[in-house]
């Protein structure tokens, strides 16, 4: 099944904790993402990787740091988590940036902060 | 800088009635626009592209650069239709989403 993969789907834990999410994506792509969906459904870009180079990284806090071991890989660890932490966070993949391509979702992970 | 807006958080219509989501894009340079649809408990994922000028589902999006507009629109809603709905647009490399409109439609 081609897809864009996601781990855990659902992560709870306290705050200062340091967890990390998995993607992984066997569509063949180049360039792969992570989204953040805040309570009001607001989705921001964080991180964009092409062939594992970094090439955005949106304002985020130093605490988080993707890492892509290679290109059908992108995770993502987040040191110290705070309540403000607790979102949705989709990974994502295009087949090149994203001029007119389409981006491929994965199902999200949920992330409590308490 | 690049930005999306969607005025409606919630649109609510009965089915059979019309829809129109509305987008509007702040951007200086020509714009690749899109729509992406999320249902219930479902991954996020692309609706339809302005460049592909295509009907998927009944629904359509025609951008008007002089209004800088991208309305979704469809003429007859189905309560299959109820999901969250987001307008984004890509430029300088970074694809960039509206707030999202939640669209229910009820029986």
């Known amino acids: 099944d081609t897809a864009v993969s996601q781990t855990p789907k659902y992560l709870v834990t306290q705050m200062g904790n340091d967890k990390s999410i998995k993607c992984e994506q066997n569509l063949g792509h180049d360039t792969m993402y992570w989204y953040k969906q805040d309570s009001k459904k607001f989705l921001k870009i964080m991180f964009s990787y092409n062939n594992k180079e970094l090439i955005i990284n949106e304002t985020v806090p130093n605490r988080f740091s993707p890492k892509s071991p290679d290109k059908a890989h992108l995770n993502l660890h987040i040191n110290s988590l705070e309540l403000g932490d607790s979102a949705v966070y989709f990974c994502?993949?295009?087949?090149?940036?994203?001029?007119?391509?389409?981006?491929?979702f994965g199902p999200g992970t949920r992330l409590t902060v308490l | 800088a690049q930005r999306v807006t969607q005025p409606e958080k919630l649109l609510s219509v009965f089915k059979g009635a019309p829809v129109e989501l509305k987008c509007n894009y702040s951007?200086?340079?020509?714009?690749?626009l899109f729509w992406y649809v999320q249902y219930s408990r479902q991954r996020l994922q692309l609706l339809l592209r302005?460049?592909s000028r295509e009907s998927i589902k009944g629904f359509t999006a025609d951008l008007n650069k002089g209004e800088t507009s991208f309305h979704l629109k469809k003429p007859f809603a189905q309560e299959e239709d109820s999901a969250m709905y987001y307008c984004?647009?890509?430029?300088?490399?970074?694809?960039?989403f509206g707030g999202g409109t939640r669209l229910m439609v009820k029986p």
């Open positions: 984004a647009l890509t430029g300088r490399g970074m694809l960039t």
């Open positions: 302005h460049i």
């Open positions: 951007y200086s340079g020509s714009p690749e």
């Open positions: 994502a993949s295009s087949q090149d940036f994203p001029r007119g391509e389409e981006q491929f």
